[in-house]
T-cell receptor, first 113, second 117 residues
Framework: KQEVTQIPAALSVPEGENLVLNCSFT??????LQWFRQDPGKGLTSLLL?????REQTSGRLNASLDKSSGRSTLYIAASQPGDSATYLC????????????FGKGTKLTVNP | GAVVSQHPSRVICKSGTSVKIECRSL??????MFWYRQFPKQSLMLMAT?????????EQGVEKDKFLINHASLTLSTLTVTSAHPEDSSFYIC?????????????FGSGTRLTVV
């Protein structure tokens, strides 16, 4: 079964700390992996998209890595800020003909001032 | 960048009534749109794939007569929750990709909070 798992489910850090969110997927046959941010009661904001042929993508203080062979991706947030507090979702587009994304349950991040 | 607009953001309806949610791609055409449902503290679950000009494809366990999807144009898909009941209360969100093909990411709407009383 094609699944996506995110660990930890929740994370609380002091402002300024660097942190890593983890995502694992069960099948290495993927097209791409996408990290999203979701604020309470809101939609999803795309943060980074990594193609299956790529190892990492960077945007500002965010860096996402992809290790397809081990079925893992990490989202690194540098110098965290209270405004980074949100739920971070990892989604995988598996190969096999479907266009749909398979989502993890997310990591709820709280950055304390 | 690609923008997906969803309306309404919140709706409260009485049990037994129907509710329509709209999903629009504002600056691109989308032959395919996706409808997700999210329960509290849970991840997004795909309900159906909306195809412009043809019938939607529903995921296993999703009642197609309950959740009517219409994708009448390249920029608009609608989800109608028919004869809504309290258990239909949830967060519904749509998405689309500005490009076709397997190498592109998805843009999501802002979601609709449905409360059935």
């Amino acid at each position: 079964k094609q699944e996506v798992t995110q660990i930890p489910a929740a994370l609380s850090v002091p402002e300024g700390e660097n942190l890593v969110l983890n995502c694992s997927f069960t099948d290495s046959a993927i097209y791409n992996l996408q990290w999203f941010r979701q604020d309470p009661g809101k939609g999803l904001t795309s943060l980074l998209l990594i193609q299956s042929s790529q190892r990492e993508q960077t945007s500002g203080r965010l860096n996402a890595s992809l290790d397809k062979s081990s079925g893992r991706s990490t989202l690194y947030i540098a110098a965290s800020q209270p405004g980074d507090s949100a739920t971070y979702l990892c989604a995988v587009r598996y190969q096999g003909g479907s266009e749909k994304l398979v989502f993890g349950k997310g990591t709820k991040l709280t950055v304390n001032p | 960048g690609a923008v997906v607009s969803q309306h309404p953001s919140r709706v409260i309806c009485k049990s037994g009534t129907s509710v329509k949610i709209e999903c629009r791609s504002l600056d691109f055409q989308a032959t395919t749109m996706f409808w997700y449902r999210q329960f509290p503290k849970q991840s997004l679950m795909l309900m159906a794939t909306s195809n412009e000009g043809s019938k939607a494809t529903y995921e296993q366990g999703v009642e197609k007569d309950k959740f009517l999807i219409n994708h009448a144009s390249l920029t608009l898909s609608t989800l109608t929750v028919t004869s809504a009941h309290p258990e239909d209360s949830s967060f519904y969100i749509c998405s689309a990709s500005p490009q076709q093909g397997f190498n592109y990411g998805y843009t999501f709407g802002s979601g609709t909070r449905l409360t059935v009383v």
